[in-house]
């Protein structure tokens, strides 16, 4: 039967450019690399310095372009320039990947209102500024794939032993209402998908680990999730040129729907 006869998967990106934010982490580095891999040169966004060096030195060493863009994701304005600039130096951005974000672990009654915009600013709104920033030449030109981080927290509205409440779960449930609502508007040249990760191993969460040890109980694959997890599934929605408007679970099994 015709469009069974071949099934390629592999994911080819050379010529081709991505930009990662949130890069100097555990999961955005992890999914530089993984495009860096498949061809990519990148454009790299954080707002920690010494950390942004570091992952660009790693993705140059594989033979790769990278260009650093040291920046607040949250901020329109900023965005807007270093948006301007990652297309002045290395031309339309193919794969744009949003990691940029921040938890909340304080109770709703306990934060600010600051502390509430930031949240929702550092993980939704950052995705929008980049947007903005980019869908236009994805358009203009051969399209692209969005993926927005969101959270298992965005599904089960977070976990009161860990570091997301309320406000952080709000936030990455809209990361969620915007990707399917972006995918409808620009259809068919640019897919944009979602991914919804588990406990990811940072320094930050490897305390908590050693602090509380019983959380991996709750985990069917029995180990906390690793940045190249997450990638893997960045690039399985890089290839499906078929998949929009998705939102998948990359949890270890620790919450099922």
């Keep these: 039967m015709e469009g069974i006869s071949k099934v390629d998967i592999t994911v ?3 010529g081709k450019v991505g930009l990662v934010t949130g890069a100097g982490g555990h999961i955005g580095g992890g999914c530089a690399l993984a495009l860096a891999r498949c061809g990519a040169d990148l454009v790299l966004n954080d707002v920690r310095e010494d950390a942004l060096a570091a992952i660009c030195n790693q993705v140059r060493g594989m033979g790769r372009r990278a260009v650093p863009l040291l920046g607040d994701s949250a901020d329109h304005a900023v965005v807007q320039r270093l948006g301007e600039q990652a297309l002045r130096e290395l031309g339309p951005v193919f794969v744009y990947m949003n990691v940029a974000g921040q938890a909340m672990p304080k109770h709703i009654v306990d934060m600010s209102e600051a502390e509430w915009d930031r949240t929702q600013d550092a993980n939704v709104k950052s995705l929008f500024n980049w947007c903005q920033a980019l869908v236009p030449s994805m358009l203009a030109g051969e399209g692209g794939r969005i993926v927005g981080l969101s959270s298992v927290s965005g599904k089960q509205g977070g976990d009161l032993n860990s570091v ?9 449930g809209g990361v969620m209402g915007f990707v399917r609502g972006l995918a409808r508007e620009v259809a068919p040249k640019v897919t944009v998908n979602a991914i919804c990760p588990g406990l990811v191993i940072n320094d930050r969460t490897a305390k908590l680990l050693t ?3 019983q959380m991996m109980d709750q985990y069917l694959m029995g180990r906390p999730g690793e940045g190249a997890d997450i990638a893997k599934a960045l690039l399985y929605f890089v290839a499906a040129d078929w998949v929009t408007g998705e939102v998948t679970d990359v949890n270890g099994g620790y919450y099922i729907d």
């Excluded at 997301?164 to 990455?172: G, I, L, Q, T």
């Design 12 to 14: 080819d990106l050379r």
């Design 164 to 172: 997301s409440r309320a406000a952080y779960a709000a936030a990455k």
């Design 211 to 213: 602090a509380r040890p």
